[in-house]
């Protein structure tokens, strides 16, 4: 018998060879909250990630959907992000998952996804760095962990907090108007810029909505000298 870790109901598990010679990983969650989850695994945009069987066929030029297109043809961020993969549809049931974890500290929710996240990216090459992103330290303090950090560690991967987030505060006080200006929104900054130069970056983070989290971390990455700079996430 297991415990469901997001409904918190037991279950007892298919009984399968592959589970009993421990080849395979029992399932952390139960089968009605596993059936609640819609998996991406189908034709998607090739930048973004997004699945295309759950968005509408007019917001899209090729293989890629319009945002991404907009991203690439504005000249400061073209490029910048190589691409994005998620594993699941951002779908209310999801949303809840999400709200579980970060508002209501439910830490433990995020190992349902680690069978998947060590496998699914398991070809992703040793030289390549991964990078969560980070929370502010006050939120962090607040939350007790990151999301992404905890995320990033189910990879199985060397995981790095290269990251930082600066403070309104600190942006405002601290800085000239020019590098105010020149940086104005990105609330990134690189901890160790040694580290990632030359580098190929995965960062990881909990969901991509619009793409600009991810995108501003990526920049700051770049302008330091990263390679590339890709991401994953848990949601899209
Ligand atoms: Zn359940
Ligand atoms: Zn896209």
């Not at 830490?107 to 030289?127: C, D, G, L, T, W």
Request: hydrophobic share 30%.
């Amino acid at each position: 018998m297991s415990y469901c870790l997001y409904c918190h109901e037991s279950y007892s598990e298919a009984w399968s060879w592959e589970a009993l010679i421990g080849l395979k990983q029992s399932p952390l969650l139960c089968q009605d909250c596993e059936g609640r989850l819609v998996r991406i695994n189908g034709e998607i945009c090739r930048i973004c990630g997004r699945d295309f069987s759950v968005f509408p066929e007019q917001y899209r030029q090729g293989d890629s959907c319009f945002d991404c297109i907009r991203w690439e043809e504005n000249e400061d961020w073209n490029g910048i992000l190589q691409q994005n993969r998620s594993l699941y549809v951002y779908n209310d049931y999801m949303k809840e998952i999400i709200a579980k974890l970060k508002y209501r500290g439910d830490a433990e929710i995020v190992k349902a996804f680690y069978p998947v996240m060590s496998s699914e990216f398991k070809r992703i090459s040793r030289n390549t760095i991964f990078v969560p992103i980070p929370l502010s330290e006050e939120r962090h303090y607040e939350r007790g962990f990151n999301q992404s950090e905890l995320l990033a560690e189910g990879l199985n991967k060397s995981v790095e907090n290269l990251l930082k987030r600066k403070t309104h505060e600190e942006k405002q006080s601290k800085k000239t108007r020019e590098e105010r200006l020149s940086q104005k929104e990105n609330p990134f900054e690189v901890v160790d810029s040694n580290k990632v130069k030359e580098q190929k970056v995965i960062l990881v983070d909990d969901v991509y909505t619009t793409g600009s989290t991810l995108r501003y971390a990526a920049k700051v990455l770049i302008e330091v000298g990263a390679k590339e700079v890709s991401s994953i996430t848990l949601a899209r």
